[in-house]
């Protein structure tokens, strides 16, 4: 490749570390590329690495040694986290979002990957030091929500599906019972979706008692597997007892009043 202008050099670093977080790339590797020094490539490292984190973009991980290099860490700032996250409860509290039987229309939010990605880099910020080998979720919703996440922090996804599928193989399913309907389902994984003993981050939409992902950890013991986190867009405000601990959730609905078209929407537990 031609050498560049430092500018120019700028600019493709950082676009390599961003589009490849937490991969690990050695300093020879910029500098054979844009046949500079070393030395010069530390210090346009030190330029990005100083932005990174002077705009909450996320941090520049220097590794020493022959085996060395840097990398890519995405994190998002605390306040550009609250500031999202309040958008998006006065997002949830539009009248025109409530469905027949008190449910909350979410799919336009789901959809947009404007909104995903931030909400991917948020559960990826919140998580990064978990050592997740992989993100597990059930069909169909939480799907998006698994994908924006596994983009920060460059792991596999796994799908839950709720029927037997004869492209996955065999599978292991099992039955658990919902904690809004309180009726049996099913659940099933393909057996080779997981390693034995994998770590595992659960990510969801929506959560009122518990029951899918409860259902999904019990799958889980199934592949030996060990949950490091769990992470829900949405959980509804909940009186008895949550059928799992230790999630975090980015938004909490308070309240749903059909009569009246009044919906309270504030910031999860994240911050709690």
Same mark, same amino acid.
């Given at each position: 490749?031609?050498?560049?202008? *430092?500018?120019? *050099?700028?600019?493709?670093?950082?676009?390599?570390? !961003?589009?490849?977080?937490?991969?690990?790339?050695?300093?020879?590797?910029?500098?054979?590329?844009?046949?500079?020094?070393?030395?010069?490539?530390?210090?346009?490292?030190?330029?990005?690495?100083?932005?990174?984190?002077?705009?909450?973009?996320?941090?520049?991980?220097?590794?020493?040694?022959?085996?060395?290099?840097?990398?890519?860490?995405?994190?998002?700032?605390?306040?550009?986290?609250?500031?999202?996250?309040?958008?998006?409860?006065?997002?949830?509290?539009?009248?025109?979002?409530?469905?027949?039987?008190?449910?909350?229309?979410?799919?336009?939010?789901?959809?947009?990957?404007?909104?995903?990605?931030?909400?991917?880099?948020?559960?990826?910020?919140?998580?990064?030091?978990?050592?997740?080998?992989?993100?597990?979720?059930?069909?169909?919703?939480?799907?998006?929500?698994?994908?924006?996440?596994?983009?920060?922090?460059?792991?596999?996804?796994?799908?839950?599906?709720?029927d037997n599928r004869v492209t996955e193989g065999s599978v292991v399913s !099992?039955?658990?019972?919902?904690?809004?309907?309180?009726?049996?389902?099913?659940?099933?994984?393909?057996?080779?979706?997981?390693?034995?003993?994998?770590?595992?981050?659960?990510?969801?939409?929506? $959560?009122?008692?518990?029951?899918?992902?409860?259902?999904? $950890?019990?799958?889980?013991?199934?592949?030996?597997?060990?949950?490091?986190?769990?992470?829900?867009?949405?959980?509804?405000?909940?009186?008895?007892? *949550?059928?799992?601990?230790?999630?975090?959730?980015?938004?909490?609905?308070?309240?749903?009043?059909?009569?009246?078209?009044?919906?309270?929407?504030?910031?999860?537990?994240?911050?709690?």
């Open positions: 490749m031609k050498k560049l202008r *430092r500018s120019a *050099r700028l600019v493709e670093i950082t676009y390599q570390l !961003i589009s490849q977080p937490h991969t690990l790339f050695p300093l020879a590797h910029f500098a054979e590329r844009y046949e500079s020094a070393k030395s010069s490539i530390s210090e346009d490292l030190a330029i990005i690495k100083e932005t990174f984190e002077a705009e909450g973009i996320g941090q520049l991980k220097t590794l020493a040694g022959a085996a060395g290099g840097v990398k890519y860490i995405p994190l998002m700032d605390k306040k550009i986290m609250e500031s999202f996250l309040q958008e998006i409860c006065h997002s949830l509290e539009k009248p025109e979002r409530i469905l027949p039987g008190g449910y909350l229309y979410m799919s336009d939010i789901l959809g947009n990957p404007a909104i995903l990605n931030r909400i991917g880099k948020i559960f990826a910020s919140v998580f990064v030091d978990q050592g997740a080998e992989f993100i597990l979720t059930v069909e169909t919703k939480g799907i998006p929500l698994a994908y924006a996440t596994a983009q920060y922090l460059q792991i596999p996804v796994v799908i839950v599906r709720r !099992i039955n658990y019972i919902s904690g809004s309907s309180k009726r049996i389902q099913t659940m099933s994984l393909a057996r080779r979706a997981l390693v034995e003993g994998a770590k595992v981050l659960i990510i969801d939409d929506f $959560m009122k008692a518990g029951g899918t992902i409860k259902g999904i $950890m019990d799958l889980l013991q199934e592949f030996d597997a060990d949950v490091v986190g769990t992470g829900v867009f949405v959980e509804a405000e909940q009186a008895e007892e *949550r059928l799992v601990e230790g999630y975090v959730s980015l938004a909490q609905l308070k309240s749903v009043d059909v009569k009246d078209k009044l919906i309270k929407v504030v910031p999860g537990n994240l911050f709690h």
